[in-house]
């Protein structure tokens, strides 16, 4: 892999230039943008939106909400399991980064020295968006056109290849769903637990009213036992 062609003869590499062009020809306000939300901000989008959904589908509650509570929890941790398997992969390919083999690129960050293939930020991105369509299309479809803004964005800021990019969403994708049958296998009887506890039901599960409910709801019932009681009698 680290023979690319040198020149724009290849596919990967023009489109890396042509995209990464318009970082050289943006005003500098709009670059250093553009490097903070491919390099944190729509990480932390992604972490807002899993958060979101596990509230929308907390207010829900319903029979399913366990198992729903449960497929957001594998949401990160399937992005951090495709991290750790694209540890191998990136030093089995050994695909040096754009910049070492190619000049004229405009470069936004600084400092990458490990291995280009695979992106680890489309990879996570898309990871939690996959997992996130399984529960919530809405937020699902959110996040997955985060994680294809953040794969433009690391193009764009002349650290990633676009096939780094691909390779990232295909890798996120494949742990995310192909593991999600074992992850909720294993998470969903923890969530059910927790939704059960004292301590943590509310992490599952909106609490439907409060406890003046609860003391109307006793009152009513005390009022009634009566009634019921003098009909027995009677």
């Known amino acids: 892999m680290a023979g690319l062609a040198e020149s724009g ?11 990464n062009s318009l970082a ?23 972490v807002l939106l899993v958060l979101g ?22 949401a990160p941790l399937a992005a951090g399991l495709a991290v750790l398997v694209n540890v191998p992969i990136r030093d089995f390919v050994q695909r040096p980064r754009p910049f070492l083999d190619h000049r004229g690129l405009d470069v936004l960050v600084s400092g990458k020295t490990d291995y280009s293939f695979v992106s680890d930020h489309a990879t996570i991105t898309m990871a939690m968006a996959v997992a996130l369509f399984v529960v919530d299309r809405r937020f699902g479809l959110a996040g ?8 433009f964005c690391r193009v764009y800021m002349g650290v990633h290849y676009p096939t780094d990019v691909v390779g990232g969403f295909a890798l996120g994708t494949a742990v995310a769903l192909l593991l999600s049958p074992l992850a909720m296998a294993l998470l969903t009887p923890l969530m059910k637990a927790v939704e059960g506890s004292a301590w943590g039901g509310r992490l599952v599960r909106a609490r439907r009213g409060g406890a003046g409910d609860a003391v109307v709801s006793g009152c009513s019932a005390g009022e009634r036992a009566p009634a019921e009681d003098r009909d027995l009698a009677a």
């Open 9 to 19: 003869s290849n596919p990967d590499v023009d489109l890396l230039y042509d995209i």
């Open 53 to 74: 959904c596990w509230w929308s589908v907390r207010r829900r509650g319903g029979e399913g909400a366990a198992s729903a509570v449960a497929a957001l929890v594998w």
């Open 24 to 46: 050289r020809n943006a005003p500098h306000w709009l670059d250093r943008v553009m490097e903070y939300v491919g390099e944190y901000g729509l990480l932390l989008a992604m």
């Open 144 to 151: 997955i056109v985060l994680a294809l803004f953040e794969g």
